[in-house]
């Protein structure tokens, strides 16, 4: 492996608020207020150099130049009119003709789904907003991924689906006006949760997505604004070679939605992230592999991935692997990352079940301010949610398929998920909560070959490793305001002497 040093400057950053102010200008009807924020110098950090870095991202982008103008097919700009088949037409009508350039005048167009083809760069410009309908029915059911199963689901605003050489571009606003989805979702869940059904529940509550690439190669997503999907913002599911640049997410206008995601990594490959700013109600950028048995059946690996100069606020993890690790994650290189009070910062998470083995992740040059829990590792999230058991009083073979996909069994050795060879270099973490907190799986799943060199972590706590093996730390520092050492418990060759 050769190494390069890199060190982000403040203007990488300053982008993506100067781009986040001007979304907002775009929308109008919606108040934000603005977190601002200075970046100090970075230290420089030996970022991986490996050979497959130089083919992350979408290798072509559509060459086509004549313009099909959306209103000239029928769409209206007054928030009103429903513009899906108008807008749908001048898509239709580009790629039929060899490829080119969709766009529109400035004005607020009401849509449902939206089919994007091979040749087309879809480009909403500045002053124009795509809104999303309210109705489930605007969302036409595809065959799909959800949180790591394959099943019946509505499809997303916007849709790259079996295509090759696409893009969606341009200064304006993605709005899928999903806090009816978001409601419907609440409501599920106080029926659902006292019958033990919080497992089913995120399944049985159809959301569209904001952006859904899947089954596609060479599409680039450039430097648009995303608000408030229904469900996750952009996931990008079984494709290659997908650049995602410049790219602003901001869920939590009118509420703060669940589940909606950033950025989701699901079993693709060669992916480069970059120059993106997100805040949103759950995990910021995350890489997924498919759930439990289903996810197994598939074995899809996330694999050579590059996410760098990005930057989280609101969320439930700056950089997350999980919790849909049944294909594996492997071959990740993230750096030049900032988060500024998300809940989580490098997070790592999995449960019996789920299986796959996560490696090879390079995390360099991270600051993380007011991250409550900047480093965390856990075997066993959420087992509410994680744990699928059918209720007395069902009849397992009336129950939908997605359920019983849901319900079968997989054998311990399968099931348990496999974290290793996992290094963080020039990591830094000031306000926290509990600086580390890692913990495998009691008799099984442990934690292997995590490396540190040079990081730095403050707190309230300085928090706890169970159930690791083979750790170092190399000019580390965690400054806990209670005094307290960092607990190493159930470990095989974890080294417990770091400082400075």
Avoid at 377 to 406: C, E, F, Q
């Amino acid at each position: 492996m050769n190494t390069k040093s890199c060190t982000i400057h403040p203007r990488d950053f300053g982008r993506g608020q100067k781009e986040f102010s001007r979304g907002l200008k775009v929308v109008g009807y919606a108040l934000l207020i603005v977190m601002t924020f200075s970046v100090p110098g970075w230290a420089a950090g030996e970022i991986p150099d490996f050979p497959w870095m130089k083919d992350a991202g979408a290798k072509s982008f559509p060459s086509g130049e004549k313009v099909y103008f959306a209103p000239a097919y029928g769409a209206v700009g007054d928030a009103l009119f429903d513009c899906t088949s108008a807008i749908q037409a001048a898509i239709d009508s580009c790629a039929a003709n060899g490829g080119g350039i969709v766009t529109f005048a400035p004005g607020i167009y009401l849509t449902g789904s939206l089919f994007i083809k091979s040749g087309v760069n879809f480009n909403v410009p500045k002053g124009t907003t795509l809104v999303g309908r309210q109705e489930i029915e605007a969302y036409r059911k595809i065959d799909t991924r959800v949180a790591g199963i394959e099943m019946r689901w509505p499809a997303a605003l916007l849709n790259i689906l079996g295509v090759r050489d696409a893009a969606i571009t341009g200064d304006g606003v993605v709005h899928g006006k999903g806090k009816v989805f978001w409601d419907m979702y609440r409501n599920m869940r106080k029926e659902y949760d006292p019958k033990g059904l919080r497992w089913i529940v995120d399944y049985d509550a159809e959301r569209p997505r904001g952006i859904l690439i899947a089954d596609s190669e060479d599409v680039t997503v450039k430097d648009i604004v995303i608000y408030q999907p229904g469900f996750w913002s952009l996931h990008i599911l079984y494709s290659r070679h997908v650049t995602v640049d410049g790219v602003i997410i901001s869920n939590n206008i009118e509420g703060r939605g669940p589940s909606t995601d950033g950025v989701d990594i699901d079993s693709s490959s060669d992916i480069l992230v970059q120059n993106s700013n997100i805040n949103c109600n759950d995990d910021n950028f995350c890489l997924k592999a498919g759930r439990d048995s289903d996810g197994l059946r598939v074995n899809r690996p996330c694999e050579r991935v590059i996410i760098r100069d990005c930057i989280a606020g609101h969320g439930d993890g700056l950089f997350t692997c999980g919790s849909e690790t049944s294909g594996g994650i492997r071959d990740i290189v993230a750096y030049n990352l900032k988060g500024i009070g998300t809940k989580y910062g490098l997070r790592f998470k999995s449960t019996v079940q789920r299986g796959g083995t996560i490696e090879n992740i390079w995390l360099c040059n991270v600051e993380m301010v007011g991250v409550r829990d900047p480093f965390i590792v856990d075997l066993n999230w959420n087992p509410a949610y994680s744990t699928s058991i059918l209720p007395a009083g069902y009849d397992p073979n009336t129950i939908p398929d997605h359920w019983k996909r849901m319900l079968a069994p997989v054998d311990i050795e399968r099931g348990t998920p496999k974290f290793r060879n996992i290094h963080f270099e020039n990591v830094t973490a000031t306000g926290a909560s509990t600086c580390i907190a890692a913990s495998g799986l009691e008799g099984r799943g442990t934690l292997d070959g995590f490396s540190f060199k040079n990081c730095s972590f403050s707190g309230k706590n300085a928090g706890s490793i169970r159930r690791a093996n083979d750790w170092t730390f190399d000019n580390v520092s965690i400054a806990a305001e209670n005094g307290k050492e960092l607990k190493i418990e159930h470990c095989n060759n974890v080294n417990p002497r770091y400082g400075r």
